[in-house]
């Protein structure tokens, strides 16, 4: 039945996502949400009067955070991933004309957009800097013997405005997906309609092209 599904996916619609990218998704989602979740409890006292035990919530949040890079290492063994690292860390000239047209006109530039718009580009740039940012300034607190005082003021004060940007770029990637179902499938199913990859992503296929077979994934 999966089989018979998959391969009706295959000739409908275009292949965005393997496996293994779509794991790295959601396993980056859902330790992020945890990492997110322990913070607000840490931060907000009504959350954590509810939730209570904070040294089991301050555990939580410091190997949550930790572990956030870990999905992202596991799936360079896909080449596509790989491949998909590489659009998401280049800047094409589409992509500098596409933010000229997003901060004159405030709107997206679907006809600018390979496989990944430059917004898209931006955020993944974001994340992995922020999480590199977090994880240090962190783990400065969470060993607060082994640097002097003023190293630890500043990585308190870097550590916890970052944790409110992070909060709101996460917030307006949600918002962004939240209109586009397409989208969404696309990281559930791994396939998008024809039609949406044309419309949104006009300039995915003078890409350079995909790597046509997988190793075995996650």
């Known amino acids: ?10 000739v409908t619609g275009v292949r965005r996502f393997t496996r293994a990218e779509s794991w790295v998704h959601r396993s ?31 555990t939580v949040h410091e190997w949550s955070g930790i572990a956030l890079p870990v999905p ?52 993944a740039a974001f994340t ?31 550590h916890d405005w970052l944790a409110l940007a992070v909060g709101l770029v996460i917030a307006g990637h949600v918002w962004f997906a939240a209109k586009d179902p397409e989208a969404r499938r696309g990281l559930r199913t791994g396939y998008v309609p024809r039609w949406w990859a044309r419309e949104e992503h006009p300039l995915w296929q003078a890409e350079p092209p995909e790597p046509e077979k997988e190793p075995s994934e996650p």
């Not at 039945?1 to 295959?10: C, D, N, P, Y």
């Not at 330790?31 to 040294?55: K, Q």
Request: hydrophobic residues 50%; positive net charge; glycine residues 8%.
């Open 1 to 10: 039945m999966m089989t018979r599904l998959h391969e009706s996916r295959a």
């Open 28 to 58: 980056l989602t859902a330790i992020m949400g945890v990492c997110a979740f322990t913070a607000a409890c840490l931060y907000f006292p009504p959350l954590a009067e509810i939730v209570g035990r904070r040294r089991l919530v301050v």
């Open 72 to 123: 992202i290492l596991a799936g360079l063994v896909s080449r596509a991933f790989r491949a998909d690292a590489g659009r998401l860390g280049r800047f094409f000239p589409h992509d500098w004309r596409w933010l000229r047209a997003a901060a004159r006109t405030r709107r997206r530039e679907p006809a600018l957009a390979g496989k990944f718009n430059a917004g898209q580009k931006l955020y």
């Open 128 to 158: 992995v800097g922020a999480v590199l940012v977090m994880i240090g300034t962190g783990l400065i607190m969470w060993f607060p013997r082994l640097s002097p005082l003023f190293w630890r003021t500043g990585a308190t004060f870097v």
